[in-house]
């Protein structure tokens, strides 16, 4: 393994409104998932996110959400049947507008916090993102979960797609994001996220909360844009990258060339 | 003049929320303004209105409103300098999404109510709504109301200007509408329309609400869906198209072959 | 049993958007549950709908959903801790002020929706109902589903609780609701709902649709009416209730007088 | 001159959006403007801010404004007839439930940003705020910009007007506000606005942006809590208060009793 993609979510400011620190962070990414209105971002937002990637020679991609800006796409939304698949399509355009308008290529989907989530292991979710990337485009790259059910899906489906891994969070014995609620769960410390990703970059294993060395297949390392501090959780990943004697690029450049 | 466009707004439901008879006035038009989900339309709306419009032969284009669902985008909204220009392009790119996925070519570009008219008038306002269609596709038509500044602005930036002619709407000497509070400035009789628009049609001129024949510039003709009966409207506007020996045909066969 | 309400949930248009014919079933009903603004309706709406009922002599219920005016409050939606109990207190607050400022009592709260239906089975929302409740009025009457946990730990909790039952549903043997996926759970011939009415207001029963009288205890009847034509039901459930030898009233004359 | 209130508005932040500094602001004001959802704020905010004035002695009022949450309801939305008096009482209805809940007393009323500005000049709208406070509860005071158009007709009308005056912004000869555009329109110096707090709190004046003294009629003074570092300036101006030898108290107690 000598290249991978390091994405985080942006453009996740909306109005007055402001998270997250796109500026420093994108010195640190590859590729940026852009928020499209639904549970984070507007179209103010979205023209500047996608203008502030293209000058860092950062890739771009669609980052649909529940339609929940109150709850910021983390909760669970029950949907009608299609539902999903509309509400992506329209998401994707919205960004591939701002893509077209600031000679932009869009390069990938990647779902947000609960239709992440949902779609990961619901297979009606799951099939209805599916349908959307293939009905839009289906040379755009799927962003998934590493080991979910969506990743199986969406490659038998013929998708290109990119798996994730989570620099900043512990993983189970066979493979799970290690949940929330247990201790250690979330890893803090920039030191240790460094040597947990170094592990990962040239051995392609992770240590289980448990204590097991686990496989795990990593197209594309996120950092979460959102928490204090997250260039740092980056910068320490770029150390991790150099050390390891790997590079970073872009998805579409470094995994499918 | 032997062919002309009759468009309509459509897709202007929104979830349990029903608005139009699109199923009936379907029938009787050649383009059909698919509302992208700020002033009304929702995500599954507009894929099924994408659809409707395609299996009629019907073209297609989007009908961006101001963020104003409660308003119907009908009233009007200050704006942050480039605000409009962004919001048309998410809408934009929101709609042509679902033409990509039902294999339809998205064919021109109509601002919604007080956009629209806001549009026709104001220089800064028309200015972001023609950098939207340039940056995203100087190939669109922009559907304007005949005879506005838009109009002229559009045509002088170098792009395919639509303009449009309001069946149901008195005009004034000028060639402006008829405000709405004039007696007489909304025709609500089918069998008046078809005179109007024969005359409109053989003649190029209207009989203004003051009595003389004003010359009138139509490359589209618009039926407002929201009105109940609209439909039998757009029959009048058929049968005088008919008696005209014309042929309504949708926006880009008909104007710019 | 020789009173009953009748309540109708009301004031559910937006905007442009019409749902309902209020103006109709007001004539049949004593009780109006009144839209909020969350899941539908809107602040002009709630003020008509509300001088709308006290010119009838109907009593105001203050009728709060989930935030979720594109699936009408229908959907289930992940809540933060605390969340249901202060969306209550906004929304029956926000519906007070138009009953303060129409010189009406504020007399009961039904939960929407899918809000109605979580609220009835999960214990962590029908607490924060019952606590928006208690903190805001604990005069109040809360309107459960008849033989629902909510209806048991509301009566625990100190709260006037009024039964409700639905005179267009079949029920099941254990008094739950027949879901609607069973063929006869929706009951739509006017006939056979004014004699399952007066079979439930003469003997306390209704026969479930397995075929056993089940005994059933109703403070108050609920119109669905957003169904096309609910008003004939209406109609027959008056008309059942004069066969039956009673008489409706609003919920706080009627019940705990 | 001995007492006055200084208000700040407060809870303007929104689900996992924040914005202001409530925590440290609280220590310096007597009144809090509360948002109510409409402009920012939600339900949760709604509470815990209220929580929080209570909790510190602080007078509670509602602050609403346009819905229009993408801009913070800095932007003038053309209105219907009687939609500002609905959506004043909504909002103003919705705090109370939070003041009511709590056991406080909601105490004043003050219209946010473009709404407090279009009510001070447009006859209208003024009259529409004035209704909704009438409706609801003719004992709340209303704030209003001293020497507008709005402070006379609230007094005409009998309400209890409280005339603002703003420590970091300057005002011309007429007593009106100096526009932002002005040079030296906003005054950010905190021994600056020290200085003409004393001077206003001892002999009723401001020196205007000609250089002339001006008589300013001065109830309450606001803070605005989105400027960062407001709680400098708000310290600044309990600093004049006391130099003044006055002492702040909330509206309520220190204007009427």
């Not at 512990?170 to 949940?179: K, M, N, Q, T």
Request: charged share 25%; with cysteine.
């Amino acid at each position: 393994m000598t290249t991978i993609d390091i994405n985080c979510d942006m453009g996740e400011s909306f109005g007055a409104y402001k998270i997250g620190e796109d500026e420093k962070i994108i010195e640190y990414i590859t590729s940026a998932n852009i928020a499209c209105g639904f549970h984070a971002g507007d179209p103010l937002v979205m023209d500047k996110t996608v203008k502030l990637a293209r000058d860092h020679g950062v890739g771009v991609g669609a980052h649909p959400g529940f339609p929940d800006l109150i709850g910021y796409g983390r909760r669970y939304l029950e949907t009608f049947p299609g539902e999903v698949k509309q509400d992506v399509l329209y998401q994707v355009g919205a960004l591939s507008a701002f893509c077209r308008a600031n000679g932009v290529t869009l390069r990938h989907i990647k779902p947000h916090g609960a239709l992440y989530n949902l779609a990961a292991r619901d297979e009606r979710v799951a099939g209805e993102v599916i349908e959307a990337v293939l009905a839009y485009d289906p040379t755009l790259i799927l962003v998934v979960l590493s080991g979910s059910r969506l990743a199986e899906m969406a490659e038998t489906a013929g998708l290109q797609v990119a798996r994730e891994v989570f620099p900043d969070r512990a993983y189970l014995e066979d493979g799970r994001l290690a949940p929330r609620s247990l201790p250690g769960a979330v890893v803090h410390d920039p030191a240790q996220v460094r040597r947990r990703m170094v592990q990962l970059l040239t051995q392609g294993t992770m240590t289980s909360i448990e204590g097991r060395e686990v496989p795990l297949r990593a197209d594309t390392l996120c950092i979460h844009g959102d928490t204090p501090g997250a260039w740092k959780l980056a910068r320490a990943v770029r150390e991790a990258l150099k050390e390891a004697g790997g590079t970073a690029l872009p998805l579409a450049q470094g995994l499918f060339a």
